[in-house]
Nanobody, 127 residues
Framework: QVQLVESGGGLVQAGGSLRLSCAASGRTFSYYAMAWFRQAPGKGREFVSA????????FYADSVKGRFTISRDNTKTTLYLQMNSLKPEDAARYYCAATARGTPVADLRIKGSYDYWGQGTQVTVSS
């Protein structure tokens, strides 16, 4: 069983920064990719960013490109999301996800491509 635990959420003013972390534990396997999704009240879960574990290639939603940076720590099996220049529209619950399946690049933005999910961490941005 794989467990993903997010941390680092909180309340921040618009223009501020937060760094989210996702710690993986349990059954050890080689991830193919890990990602961050977010869900605001009344909205669907949307793709934020993904990283392919083998080569570190990264992918971003247009809405966060240039402001967010995804990274991973191979030793600790930890995923990060550095969020800068936060906007009120970034407020949501942020979820970490992982997959061990080979996945086409285009499908890394699809939540159904991921088998493992954390419980999420709340990000609130005040204007």
């Amino acid at each position: 069983q794989v467990q993903l635990v997010e941390s680092g959420g909180g309340l921040v003013q618009a223009g501020g920064s937060l760094r989210l972390s996702c710690a993986a534990s349990g059954r050890t396997f080689s991830y193919y990719a890990m990602a961050w999704f977010r869900q605001a009240p009344g909205k669907g879960r949307e793709f934020v960013s993904a990283i392919r574990w083998s080569d570190g290639r990264t992918f971003y939603a247009d809405s966060v490109k240039g402001r967010f940076t995804i990274s991973r720590d191979n030793t600790k099996t930890t995923l990060y999301l550095q969020m800068n220049s936060l906007k009120p529209e970034d407020a949501a619950r942020y979820y970490c996800a992982a997959t061990a399946r080979g996945t086409p690049v285009a499908d890394l933005r699809i939540k159904g491509s991921y088998d493992y999910w954390g419980q999420g961490t709340q990000v609130t941005v005040s204007s």
